[in-house]
């Protein structure tokens, strides 16, 4: 017998389901499938029918500070811990109909199908669509889930999109309140499951439907750049170049060797990328005098990465010597810690889906979420559902309604049993 | 005793010549030196120091049919075989001051030299300043020199530049008859000799004051794709991508090794570089799905850059496989063969240094001059003086004045040799 009092587990409604999907698929900018870009006009008309929708399952949908729409079933004892479920409704320019808006119909359709029953929760259930989670136009990703967390700062606000618009500005235009946003922090919630594609390859490589988020990796982006001497391609001779496009490629190669390495060492997810690389000056008849990249590292483990940031100084040092060339610049842009999901809500998942009769494996997540921002406040977990060919931020990123519908399922009778029995407060 | 009937060798006026160079490098777009564009107004300028200059050393000018400027010192002897000297005035987009203009200005300084002895030659001197010999707005380079020896097309005359100009329509601006061109290609000459600027590193490194060109090398350029999936940073995971950037750096290498190879076989002068390559979508965080990039080959001998070419064709596919990518493009994009120099006219040039006392080396021009075309219907040969650090088509470009008064020392007594003991005519 599950947490809903019976026997059969209960099954989301797939046909209205679908029809969500294809309502807000239609809702892109004309001629750019599919965009839905945060701030605009287009987002809102996003929201507008999520919104419309939140309150035909019977929730009652309000824009918080920070500008996320939430819509709440409100549990019968106002003082428990809330629950919380879904993910974000705005979209990369050209990009697909299920990255985000997945975690909010899904959760939708699990809510639709708990009420179905009659089943009234205990707990209060939030479902977020939270603001601008892709990198925005202010230079920011992941503004509603930072801004929920008390991750917003002034320098936050103060950042400039398109017309000069400061983002406070922004986000009040979409209905937040900024000026409240730091005594908004939420406290209150007991439980989050976020339900995302899993945007790479992996669940459908091996064929299993749910991937059940052990952590959401760290990243580091470091910039590195080689200096030689630019010269005639025609003049100067092999045995005189200092071509640090030669070093550069020798780097490439040294830092996927290592990542490599470590992703085999069994200390969890790790990738690094090389995406950007340039020449200088670039021209066919110039040997280049210098050349940049950004290398994308990705670790579920911290001290992985930390130890592959060490390594990068000695492989550019090594590269770059090899071709008589100089490390100009190993500038760290960026770095975010891994964060672990819950390990309680990982095996309710777990429990959940095997209820169900679907396969899971535990997965980690090499891109970034607003699951990582709520787990600064609140027990948190992540499904992933397959990608086909593990594309996203893509017109032919896809899953299929089936697969969404399944982690839906589970979501269900996770929110049900989380309400019967809720994780212990942390100590 | 030399061919001027001195045991002095004759030297040129290195005070004179240092007033020509000075008087042209102000001769330059405002605030870009050093830039004397072909086919402007201050190109124009340019020409009106040189005409000016010729006309003051006694030469009569005019613009041939290819709106070449053309200074004559004319021979006792109008039915003798002329012997031609001279370079380019135009340069690069804020290039250098000594790249083609040291051609001509030796050659004036040389032909002031020789007159100043009361020397009169049985052949007539032509000195030259060919049009555009650099890269232009219409895509083509050395247009002077190719008209004179009936290398422009009427494809090349339908070549569209700045303005929607045609190609015949601007030579006709600069003074010239294109409508001539083909009926006036030269038959006339005996033996041409151009100085230039090395453009390389290895004069100076081996502290060598003058390299005699044995030949101009042959350009090939081969654009190259290879495609994988692109894919997220953070989500593929390292075993499990085609990155077609890595399989692009491989390739680099192997393309660069095999370079070196060849051109320590002893078949001359031989070099490959890839001065253009870009990554796609050349996103951060993006596995690279494509990468292009374009190996520009340069070759004295034709055989070895054959050997080369279809190398290349091996270490591209050698490369796509070991990263699990495919060759969507091997496009060769251009190919002009190589030039010897004439083997007379190097030992003519060898002898004369050496009775000035100026060491020499033979050296292979890996990049392209307007003698490579008037070889087609001369006897060509070339003087290459050293570059500061190997520089040219910069503002750094640097040749000392004095380096360029020994070429144009041996010059002088070169063309007065030749006067006397004229080569055969080819069989």
């Given amino acids: 017998m599950n947490a809903l009092g019976s026997n059969v587990p209960l099954k989301v409604d797939r046909a209205q389901l679908q029809k969500d999907f294809d309502a807000l698929a239609a809702l892109t900018e004309p001629g750019k499938p599919w965009t839905r870009r945060s701030f605009t006009p287009m987002f809102l008309r996003g929201r507008?029918?999520?919104?419309?929708?939140?309150?035909?399952?019977?929730?009652?949908?309000?824009?918080?500070?920070?500008?996320?729409?939430v819509g709440r079933w409100a549990g019968r004892n106002p003082e428990a811990p809330v629950l919380m479920t879904g993910s974000h409704s705005d979209t990369v320019p050209s990009g697909g109909r299920f990255d985000g808006i997945a975690?909010?119909?899904?959760?939708?359709?699990?809510?639709?199908?708990?009420?179905l029953t009659g089943?009234?929760?205990?707990?209060s259930i939030d479902l977020v669509d939270f603001l601008a989670e892709e990198p925005s136009e202010w230079g920011l990703s992941c503004i509603g889930s930072r801004g929920m967390v008390g991750a917003l700062s002034a320098d936050h606000f103060a950042m400039i999109g398109p017309d000069s618009e400061r983002l406070d500005t922004a986000i009040t235009r979409m209905g937040g309140s900024p000026e409240n946003i730091a005594k908004s922090i939420r406290s209150d919630v007991g439980?989050?499951?976020?339900?995302?594609?899993?945007?790479?390859?992996?669940?459908?490589?091996?064929?299993?439907p749910l991937g059940i988020v052990s952590g959401i990796a760290g990243i580091a982006r470091v910039r590195l750049r080689l200096e030689g001497e630019a010269g005639h391609a025609g003049t100067v001779p092999m045995s005189m170049r200092a071509d640090a496009g030669m070093a550069m490629a020798r780097l490439m190669l040294a830092l996927r060797d290592a990542a490599r390495a470590?992703?085999?060492?069994?200390?969890?997810?790790?990738?690094?990328?090389?995406?950007?690389?340039?020449?200088?000056?670039n021209g066919a008849n110039v040997v280049p005098g210098a050349a940049e990249a950004v290398v994308d590292i990705r670790a579920e483990n911290d001290a992985a990465m930390e130890d592959y940031l060490a390594t990068i100084a000695t492989l550019v040092k090594a590269a770059a010597t090899a071709e008589g060339c100089r490390v100009a610049a190993t500038e760290r842009l960026s770095r975010t810690f891994a964060v672990a999901c819950d390990a309680r809500l990982q095996a309710l998942i777990r429990d959940a889906a095997e209820i169900h009769g679907f396969a899971t494996r535990p997965l980690a997540s090499g891109a970034g979420h607003d699951a990582a921002f709520i787990a600064r406040i609140a027990p948190a977990a992540m499904i992933f559902?397959?990608?086909?060919?593990?594309?996203?931020?893509?017109?032919?990123?896809?899953t299929d309604t089936e697969a969404i519908a399944r982690a839906a399922d589970v979501l269900a009778l996770t929110l049900s049993t989380l309400d019967q029995r809720p994780l212990a407060p942390a100590a």
Same sequence: chains 1, 2.
């Fill in 103 to 115: 975690g909010i119909l899904s959760g939708l359709a699990a809510i639709r199908a708990m009420r």
């Fill in 385 to 398: 559902v397959p990608s086909k060919s593990g594309i996203s931020h893509a017109p032919e990123e896809w």
């Fill in 119 to 123: 089943f009234q929760p205990e707990h």
């Fill in 48 to 69: 507008d029918y999520l919104a419309r929708r939140f309150t035909e399952e019977g929730l009652t949908a309000h824009i918080d500070a920070a500008g996320n729409l």
């Fill in 262 to 281: 470590e992703a085999d060492r069994g200390r969890g997810h790790f990738t690094a990328t090389i995406g950007v690389m340039k020449l200088e000056p």
């Fill in 191 to 208: 439980a989050f499951v976020e339900i995302h594609i899993e945007q790479g390859p992996v669940l459908e490589a091996e064929d299993i």
